[in-house]
């Protein structure tokens, strides 16, 4: 599940040269030999009936342990060429299937980043690389976690009619943990070939974002329905791999996610505040809330199909800096949004160099803020790719949301100006809804929203903050990706 899950979330935000990298040398759990394959699956991946990838996994067994390798291959089209994103993993497990270790290689068109992922003792150590060189990023165990993407494997004997239970998991592709829920919910007849075939069907949830597995009678996946429309069905491997000579547009899947309100908005700039009613939850979520964005009492309502969901108000302001402070306070002042991140490269060389040169003699923070925004909006091509990270945003000067704001923050940070990240939805005239969107926050005495990518010096009162929008909290737009629906409240 997680494949889909990684470049769903990739692709809502869709609105060079790679450096290279030495070798690392292998662990030795890498060098593990595995005599016997267990399985071997070939998959096409459809998008509202359109073919527009596969994946392929194999799982193997040795003395000492498992190895669980898994590709997916995904393309779309931009504009009047194609992007291609692929996902490589392997897992590796001891006997009991506890985690070991893994290997993730993740490629957009020319880009790259790999991650080495080891598990010592109570830590999960990740060496990160790609664009700008290697960073190591550590996180702490739950016990008993598993790999998302082997948790089949360890639950093959106990998945029968009945069966139901919960699980710590870490998805590599999303460097997060979380939980999931696996529940086997009877047996259905299925078309497979052209014929009818006995299955038993499964289904998995993460965050409200629930996928069903139909398995065959040898514990071959035969077929997976995952959300927005994603579709898998087993198939030849020679299948899998003839990828078709149309591809779907990228702005399909934007459309798609498409959340439109009550009523349009007519003119998101000239708002000094707007407020809302955002539901739909299923389940209960907290969205955040600080000086800009207040949220009102949760309130449980019962639709007309009897269930009941919640609904949260939301006022949003136009919010702008109360007072001048120099860069060289702020400096001193939210010191952790200064830090670099795989992603966010703001100790790297060039990265600081050319920041100085856009900042150039500016002491207020703010104001150098506003100097980096205007800089990144009128310099990188506002183009439905994606990228890894700054430097790669850098060099190719295009890219989508994340992309502008990866830089930003990048460029921010390393003269000292306290950035984060913002993940959420933005309102789109064009398209009289609201769209995933991700924008930076800078701190100059209060946290000021900006938008580089729509070249707004003071983010406009449409920007609904969902959650804090650096990689490793991306799951959290998981609960959002159910159906959602958003009321325009009147003013005042």
Known sequence: MNHKLAWVLAALFLALPFNGYAAEPMREWQNRTYEKTLSENWMNIFFQGQKIGFSFEKVETGPKGFRVTGRAVVKFAVADTTQDMSFSQTYYLEPDYRMKGFVSLHTMQNQRQQTVGEVAGKDLNLDITGAGGSRRVTKKLETGVYFAETLELMLKDKLKPGFKGKFPIYLAEMRAMDEIAVEVIGRQTIQHEGKPVDTLVTQTSIRGISTKSYIGANGEKLREESPMGFT?????????????????????????????????????????????????????????????????????????DGKSKLSIPVTIKKLAPKQDLPLARVSRMEEGYLKPTPEIQSDNK?????????????????????????????????????????????????????????????????????????????????????????????????????????????????????TDGEYENLIKLLQFLVKINITVEPAG
């Open 350 to 466: 060039l990265i600081a160099s050319e920041a100085r040169k856009m900042v150039g003699h500016e002491k207020d923070a703010y104001k150098a803020a506003i100097l980096i925004n205007r800089w990144v909006f009128s310099n990188v091509k506002k183009k439905l790719v994606d990228s890894f990270t700054a430097i790669d945003v850098l060099l190719s000067k295009e890219g989508e949301c994340q992309s502008h704001t990866n830089l930003f923050a990048a460029l921010a940070r390393s003269v000292g100006i306290p950035t984060r990240v913002a993940a959420g939805l933005v309102y789109s005239v064009e398209h009289q809804g609201f769209l995933f969107h991700a924008w930076p926050e800078v701190y100059v005495g209060q946290w000021i929203s900006v938008d580089p990518t729509l070249g707004q010096d003071v983010a406009d009162a449409t920007h609904i903050k969902l």
């Open 232 to 304: 898998s069905i087993k198939v030849s491997e020679r299948e899998a791999i003839s990828m078709p000579a149309a591809t779907i547009p990228i702005t399909s899947l934007i459309t798609f996610s498409l959340i439109k309100p009550s009523k349009p908005i007519k003119d998101p700039l000239a708002l000094k505040e707007l407020k809302l009613t955002v539901g739909g939850f299923e389940s209960p979520v907290i969205l955040p809330s600080d000086e800009r964005q207040t949220t009102g009492r949760p309130e449980w309502r019962k639709g007309a």
